[in-house]
């Protein structure tokens, strides 16, 4: 049995920065990708970022160069680092593995995810 736990969620300002972590038990996902994704309410869920096993990254637009993905094949954990947060980056935030991903890709589009956290909810006030 596959299960990914976030945590690292919060409240924070305009201008802060948070770290997200997803922990994954059940599986060994060093040959997994990994990546995250944000549901505001109303909204659908978007892509945030991605990571490859190998390490190849990927980011949505809106959080290039603010946001940094990380993972630790050792521990099992895939980290989201993000910096200047804006309002707009409130959401509930998902971690997701992506089993058929290859040593430098990885998907992008949610429905390729085969398994999923309960997500973290990240607010930022303005």
């Known amino acids: 049995q596959v299960q990914l736990v976030e945590s690292g969620g919060g409240l924070v300002q305009a201008g802060g920065s948070l770290r997200l972590s997803c922990a994954a038990s059940g599986r060994t996902f060093r040959r997994d990708g990994m990546g995250w994704f944000r549901q505001s309410p109303g909204k659908e869920r978007d892509f945030v970022a991605a990571i490859s096993w190998m390490g190849t990254t990927y980011y949505a637009n809106s959080v290039k160069g603010r946001f940094t993905i990380s993972r630790d094949n050792a521990k099992n954990t895939v980290s989201l680092e993000m910096n200047s947060l804006k309002p707009e980056d409130t959401a509930v935030y998902y971690c997701?593995?992506?089993?058929?991903?290859?040593?430098?890709?990885?998907?992008?589009?949610?429905?390729?995810?085969?398994?999923w956290g309960q997500g973290t909810q990240v607010t930022v006030s303005s």
């Open positions: 997701a593995l992506d089993s058929s991903a290859t040593a430098f890709y990885t998907a992008r589009a949610a429905d390729e995810y085969e398994y």
